[in-house]
């Protein structure tokens, strides 16, 4: 079992910028992205990112503005946005896979989800 806690969230204004952290409770060797999930919404697939950190996928909503990244020294994944949009606001959920990459966008773990908000 392995914990995933998220940090980075909250209110900013469109075109502005946030960096999303998460920290496992345990050094792993999974692959890991960020899902989020909007009011009425399912939860969807944002961004993924191996183990090793060579290959990393994003949804087309968010290609060009959205970074993901790990440190794997301090059991980290990360997610930079840029160039928010009122759209981009929801609770992003942070999410590791029992492997060394994504086969598919079914996470094994999740984390409790931190609230952006991005106003007009």
């Known amino acids: 079992q392995v914990q995933l806690v998220e940090s980075g969230g909250g209110l900013v204004q469109a075109g502005g910028s946030l960096r999303l952290s998460c920290v496992t409770s345990r050094r792993t060797f999974y692959a890991m992205g960020w899902f989020r999930q909007a009011p009425g919404k399912e939860r969807a697939f944002v961004a993924t990112?191996?183990?090793?950190?060579?290959?990393?996928s994003y949804a087309d909503s968010v290609k060009g503005r959205f970074t993901i990244s790990r440190d794997n020294a301090k059991n980290a994944v990360y997610l930079q946005m840029n160039s928010l949009k009122p759209e981009d606001t929801a609770v992003y959920y942070c999410a590791a896979k029992n492997s060394n990459y994504w086969y598919d966008h079914q996470p094994d773990y999740w984390g409790q989800g931190t609230q952006v908000t991005v106003s007009a």
């Open positions: 990112i191996s183990w090793s950190g060579s290959t990393s």
